[in-house]
């Protein structure tokens, strides 16, 4: 999942510390690694483009991702492209999560972009898409 370099480890680790504050209940640790002025495309939220922090706290403070239980996620194909201090990250998002009938997995297929700021690495803008063939126009 790196680069090969020190740079790389640290936007992947940021990015998993970033991820797991979300599953996690974390707010303090998201908002320490993602920017004020983050933009969002949330395809199961909202067809719209979602702006800054204050929504993302709120659900996370309001545990929307399932805070308590057990959960495990993966980067599948995770790929890193590095532009000086600007680092697009791509992978397919699973996460794993036991209930009562098994173990479910959730995917969909995520960019994270992160931009290095007074040497941190924060998460700036992030899209989400279907990890399946949707339709073309909404049914209906």
């Known amino acids: 999942m790196s680069d090969g370099t020190d740079t790389g480890q640290q936007i992947w ?17 998201y908002a320490e690694t993602t920017a004020e002025d983050l933009s969002l495309y949330e395809w199961f939220v909202t067809p719209h483009r979602q702006d800054g922090l204050d929504f993302h706290l709120y659900m996370i403070e309001h545990h929307w991702a399932g805070v308590g239980g057990d959960y495990r996620f993966d980067l599948l194909e995770p790929r890193l492209q590095l532009y000086g201090d600007i680092a697009i990250t791509t992978y397919t998002f699973m996460l794993s999560q036991p ?10 297929n995520e960019t994270r972009v992160l931009v290095r700021d007074a040497g ?3 998460v700036v803008h992030v899209h989400k898409s279907p990890a399946w063939n949707a339709p073309a126009t909404p049914s209906g």
Do not use: Q
């Not at 209930?99 to 969909?108: P, Q």
């Open 99 to 108: 209930g009562t009938e098994g173990v479910t997995h959730r995917l969909h």
């Open 120 to 122: 941190r690495w924060k």
């Open 13 to 29: 680790d940021t990015l998993r510390r970033h991820l797991k504050s979300i599953y996690d209940g974390d707010a303090t640790t």
